[in-house]
């Protein structure tokens, strides 16, 4: 999964690949997600390994701020929350204690916030050129498929899934069975994260800006 | 993660990983001398069961989601991050303990399977993989691992029966406590592919 992220911030600011047609649509896609500054939305993650019969499921909310950053705030099964912003990950246990690392301590959970903040975001300037882009329907109801092209990627990766309208409301990430971390076989895993009940704002409450309080944002 | 990495590598290297590769001989050193081989599946009832994990390791401590699944076809162990990052995939089917997701590929998967065992496993079951000198104490909610009468492995228990609602592991001469508590796993949410 690290490689698989890593392999994804590659392809970071690269020019898009798509057939003119879905280029225009993905300028108007990425351009009425960006309108937003702040969303607030409900999640389902599931998680389904090849090895497991059961997903592992986590639900919550988040909140994405294009300034401060993503808070994703997992309630079941167990109560935790993240804070992923441009500098430093929060990580706010149930009780309130509140663990704040730089992105050097823990790349792995930084480029998952990198990650998150590009896919919801529909950032996608920073999806790549090493995707094929797919995009069907129009700016108020979209699915776009993103295959990688390099067969380094498609190791790892299978293909990459987001559909929604005003807002992204879907990310699937299906993984590849490549080589492991050490040199094991990798597993056809696949995480599917559903977002329901999507609401934009000007800005973070007071609340959520206790919580992004001390991750530094955009200027 | 990767400070939940550094935790792992050297906490199961102190627990004694041994450095064999996929297809190993079934039996793992454990810390403090003497090696458990693993134990037919057979041994307990089906069950599978998604906890949250909180290791201290020499005053660091890290928390994981730990899903483990054991029926008749053998055990399968994956633990991952909240947000779902696999950070260890193990899986042993009766005959041999394999990986598929390690931190690093010197820790042996046979001593990952040995811990869940000696921790789950019903007692008669534990003592036939022990091997000399190590042996089996169980009081009361409480079991532990000793080599000639010393404490190597505790693990204290909440519930009446695997996977019990939750569990205390220390490994004192690892310096090394696991704070374990079963979840309630949430229904799966409809895996339909792209969305329509």
Known sequence: MRRLILSLLLLAAAPLHAAPADADTLARIGAQIEQHAVVRA?????????????????????????????????EQPYRITYV???ERIVEIAADGTRRERGLRDVPGMAQVGRVFRALLGANTAALGETFTVVVRGDSGK???DLKPRQAQLAQFLSGLYLSGGRFVESIRIDE??????????????????????????????ADELQLFGGVAGKP | ?????????????????????????????????????????????????????????????????????????????????????????????????????????????????????????????????????????????????LNRGEATISIDYRGAQPPYRGLRIAVPAADLELEIETLEALDTIAADGKES
Not at chain 2, 36 to 63: H, I, M, N, S
Not at chain 2, 107 to 127: H, M, N, Y
């Open chain 2, 1 to 145: 993660m990767k400070r939940l990495h550094i935790l792992l590598f050297p906490l199961l290297l102190a627990l004694g990983a041994c450095g064999e590769g996929d297809g190993e001989a079934p039996c793992a050193p454990l810390i403090g001398g003497g090696s458990y081989c693993l134990q037919p599946t057979t041994a307990l009832a089906p069950f599978d069961v998604q906890q949250k994990v909180e290791a201290t390791f020499r005053g660091r401590r890290e928390t994981m989601i730990a899903e483990i699944e054991s029926d008749a076809e053998g055990m399968r162990f994956v633990g991952l991050t909240p947000f779902g990052q696999k950070l260890l995939q193990v899986a042993y089917d009766n005959r041999a303990a394999s990986a598929a997701t390690l931190p690093d590929r010197r820790i042996s998967p046979a001593l990952l399977i040995a811990l869940l065992q000696i921790a789950l496993w019903p007692a008669d079951a534990v003592r036939a993989g022990l091997e000399e000198p190590l042996t089996l104490d169980e009081n009361a909610g409480r079991r532990r691992i």
């Open chain 1, 84 to 86: 992923l912003g441009e």
């Open chain 1, 42 to 74: 409900e999640f389902t993650q599931s998680k389904q390994m090849a090895a497991l019969k059961r997903p592992l499921v986590t639900t919550g909310r988040l909140v994405f701020s294009r300034r401060h950053g993503v808070l994703w705030q997992i």
């Open chain 1, 142 to 144: 979209w699915e776009i």
């Open chain 1, 176 to 205: 590849n069975g490549g080589a492991g971390e050490a040199g094991q076989q990798g597993s056809k895993d696949s995480t599917q994260i559903r977002l329901r009940n999507a609401q934009s704002a000007e800005a973070p409450n």
